[in-house]
């Protein structure tokens, strides 16, 4: 079955240390994005990707990383210097060129930070 | 500026009966698109309708329709014969092209979460 997947469902980590979140996808898309939500709040772009090697800076970047080694793989980082950590994270893919853009989700990492 | 908004921050409806969530959108992109997404209590997005703007009819998929007013900029989602497990958090959310270098991303509001009641 083609998805996307992230590991692990949920995460605790201790203040001041990074953590990397995992997101794989096998549909073949060539764009991804990773988006945070806050309780009871929409979802806010953190960066997006539309080749390997290549990525941008979304509304939210202050604190995060990510690398595109292969297209398949999105991981990203929450650094030390993210001040709010604690959220539920979303990776995303699409098709670059399809009509609609649709992004298929992945199931979500929760990051508890303490 | 608020790009996308939805101002039901929750919406009641009795089972079998149908509800429109209301979503309204800023933009000065002539090319852009529309979507909604379901959010079960379990956080997996689920796609459910996607408007272009350049199209001219309304969008439907089974249950689910568009109500597209472009001069209003509006694009109110319709669920027709709710059920149980219809109820979810409902985002809206707004892809603009910017000169073909968007790359996709989108833009989403708030959120309306609805309670089907049997």
């Known amino acids: 079955d083609g998805g996307i997947t992230q590991s692990p469902k949920y995460l605790f980590r201790k203040e001041g240390q990074n953590v990397t979140l995992s997101c794989e996808q096998n549909l073949n898309h060539d764009a991804m994005y990773w988006y945070r939500q806050d309780p009871g709040q929409g979802l806010r772009l953190i960066y997006y990707?539309?080749?390997?090697?290549?990525?941008q800076k979304g509304d939210i970047a202050e604190g995060y990383s990510v690398s595109r080694e292969k297209k398949e793989s999105f991981p990203l980082t929450v650094t030390s210097a993210q001040k709010n950590p604690t959220a539920f994270y979303l990776c995303a893919s699409s098709m670059v060129g399809s009509v609609s853009y649709e992004q298929y989700f992945g199931p979500g990492t929760r990051l508890t930070v303490t | 500026a608020q790009k996308i908004t939805q101002t039901q921050p929750g919406m009641f409806v009795q089972e079998k009966e149908a509800v429109t969530l209301d979503c309204t959108y800023d933009?000065?992109?002539?090319?852009?698109?529309l979507f909604w997404y379901k959010q079960p209590s379990s956080g997996e997005m689920i796609f459910l309708i996607y408007?272009?703007?350049?199209?001219?009819q309304n969008a439907t998929e089974g249950r689910y329709s568009l109500n597209f007013q472009k001069a209003r900029k509006s694009a109110n989602l319709v669920i027709s014969a709710s059920q149980l497990g219809d109820s979810a958090m409902y985002f809206c959310a707004m892809r603009e092209t910017a000169g073909g270098t968007s790359y996709g991303k989108l833009t989403f509001g708030q959120g309306t979460i609805l309670t089907v009641h049997p």
């Open positions: 990707s539309q080749i390997v090697n290549d990525f």
């Open positions: 933009t000065s992109d002539p090319s852009y698109g």
């Open positions: 408007q272009g703007s350049y199209d001219q």
